[in-house]
């Protein structure tokens, strides 16, 4: 038996909300804020299949997946896909079946997201490395595949992200304005795009600052496809008059480093600070990139003391766990 949204309005609820808002004073003090500066948005702490930002996106994407009848939930990631993992984890809580086309060769050791992926049940399609457009057509291949079986496959774009799915950012930007009002930035990694896209459309421009992962080519452009594709007023949002505002997106491209897949001395200098004064875990492809990118911030005084800035803490755990560069974090 599926579990459906309950309107064609509304999304399937698969977390607990809202999720905690913590001071972070040890960690703001290094980073030369003082010690009521900084704020952590907890969304690793979402409850299903690990954790992580993807929920808030996958309950408008299940939800529009179950109006359509579907039983299988198909979509694309790296190997270590954090979205592909809490897909997995969603169509587990829904009844569903779940393909996941993952953009590598099979590892030799099974190991982080993998491990969860096949707790899950997920059935797992090794695409080798293949450019967005090539992996897209194996995800369309295998949703065919999943068709022809009699099933009825909904394909979950990849990184979760897409202008229905950004609206769970909406709702975390409403979160956040209502635990902390008057922030004046927010500091997120971004990959897809999808969550620094809800929280300009609800925050505006001026008070959203994306660092760029280096999961897609262009995350300028990326973002503003899925703000421009979205169903959401924006005429009255602070720093963004309708799509004019665009043209601002704040997106620093100083941390992708040599790649995606690749662990930077700046992102783990950032995971050893943040767990040395915090107890705060970082991933290495995405948080962690995103705290260097907020002290490179503070340090061209981007960020000044006196404002008040939240970090968004987007998850990704598990995937530490089976980094290729494990070995180096403490090495």
Known sequence: ???????????????????????????????????????????????????????????????????????????????????????????????????????????????????????????????????????????????????????????????????????????????????????DQVVVAVGSGGTMAGLVAQLGVRRVVGIDTGAVPDAASAVRDIVEGMSYPLAGVDGLAGLDGLDGLQINRNQVGDGYATLTAAARDAMLLAARTEGLFLDPTYTARALAGLAELVADGQVVAGQRTVFLHTGGLPGLFGHPQLGELLG
């Open 1 to 183: 038996m599926t579990l459906g949204a309950r309107s064609a309005d509304e999304p399937v609820l698969l977390s607990t909300w809202p999720t905690p808002l913590e001071r972070a004073p040890r960690l703001a003090v290094r980073l030369r804020l003082a010690a009521d500066d900084l704020w952590i948005k907890r969304d690793d702490l979402t409850s299903l299949g690990g954790g992580g930002n993807k929920i808030r996106k996958l309950q408008y994407t299940c939800a529009d997946a179950l109006r359509a009848g579907a039983t299988t939930l198909v979509t694309s990631g790296a190997a270590q896909s954090n979205h592909a993992r809490l897909t997995a984890a969603a169509a587990a809580r829904l009844g569903l079946k779940c393909v996941l086309v993952l953009g590598s060769q099979p590892p030799s050791v099974t190991q982080g997201n993998l491990v969860l992926d096949q707790l899950a049940a997920a059935s797992l399609v090794w695409a080798g490395h293949l450019e967005p457009q090539a992996l897209h057509d194996r995800v369309l291949a295998a949703a065919d595949h999943a068709r022809d079986r009699g099933e009825v496959p909904y394909v979950v774009p990849f990184g979760g992200s897409s202008s229905l799915s950004a609206l769970g950012y909406v709702d975390a930007a409403v979160e956040l304005e209502a635990q902390l009002p008057g922030i």
